[in-house]
T-cell receptor, first 118, second 112 residues
Framework: GAVVSQHPSWVICKSGTSVKIECRSL??????MFWYRQFPKQSLMLMATSNEGSKATYEQGVEKDKFLINHASLTLSTLTVTSAHPEDSSFYIC??????????????FGPGTRLTVL | KQEVTQIPAALSVPEGENLVLNCSFT??????LQWFRQDPGKGLTSLLL?????REQTSGRLNASLDKSSGRSTLYIAASQPGDSATYLC???????????FGQGTRLTINP
């Protein structure tokens, strides 16, 4: 149980285009999902917290107009990188916190999406 | 501001050895602490979660301890195997907040 999927697993795009990444909780409902970014050989950096049906809360220094987050249902959150540039190339990981049946703030992580912007 | 530190940054040991990974945090007001495993290019796999009221948790060859007052946790791996090679991350949840604060990780290599 508690499986989180991400799609796509990797994507290559041209500079200036937008890319959408999906995060799904497959066997549980999640009121809250989190988006992280990870640079090579570094730890995870929280980008934003996404609550179903409301606006995402962005961490300091993260541009909300560049990284659009939508959490339209209890099983799906999307991250759209708008007008992507090479410096946006990174590994993006989402996590989901179950609505019930888990420890406080126990999060289950997706497999990640590798974004490369040419 | 909560800061999480993991020592060592990298560790290489022969197969079969028992080993300890260390995690320290600056603010003892935490809800829980989690240990994760990350394989190269992959997401995170949760290994153990210790609530703030607990002292330790065990799963198979893994044992995690928590000393909240001193701001420390250890992950003990018994009888290490090459398949244990990965990066191990610890993370804490601060009281009153939702988010996980991660350490930088320990890159573990088990040599056959």
């Amino acid at each position: 149980g508690a499986v989180v999927s991400q799609h796509p697993s990797w994507v290559i795009c041209k500079s200036g285009t937008s890319v959408k990444i999906e995060c799904r909780s497959l066997d549980f409902q999640a009121t809250t999902m989190f988006w992280y970014r990870q640079f090579p050989k570094q730890s995870l950096m929280l980008m934003a917290t996404s609550n179903e049906g409301s606006k995402a809360t962005y961490e300091q220094g993260v541009e909300k107009d560049k990284f659009l987050i939508n959490h339209a249902s209890l099983t799906l959150s999307t991250l759209t990188v708008t007008s992507a540039h090479p410096e946006d190339s990174s590994f993006y990981i989402c996590s989901a916190r179950p609505l019930a049946g888990a420890s406080y703030n126990e999060q289950f992580f997706g497999p990640g999406t590798r974004l490369t912007v040419l | 501001k909560q800061e999480v530190t993991q020592i060592p940054a990298a560790l290489s040991v022969p197969e079969g050895e028992n080993l300890v990974l260390n995690c320290s945090f600056t603010d003892s007001a935490i809800y829980n602490l989690q240990w994760f495993r990350q394989d190269p290019g992959k997401g995170l796999t949760s290994l153990l979660l210790i609530q703030s009221s607990q002292r330790e948790q065990t799963s198979g060859r893994l044992n995690a301890s928590l000393d909240k007052s001193s701001g420390r946790s250890t992950l003990y791996i018994a009888a290490s195997q090459p398949g244990d090679s990965a990066t191990y991350l610890c993370a804490v949840v601060i009281q009153g907040a939702q988010k996980l604060v991660f350490g930088q990780g320990t890159r573990l290599t088990i040599n056959p």
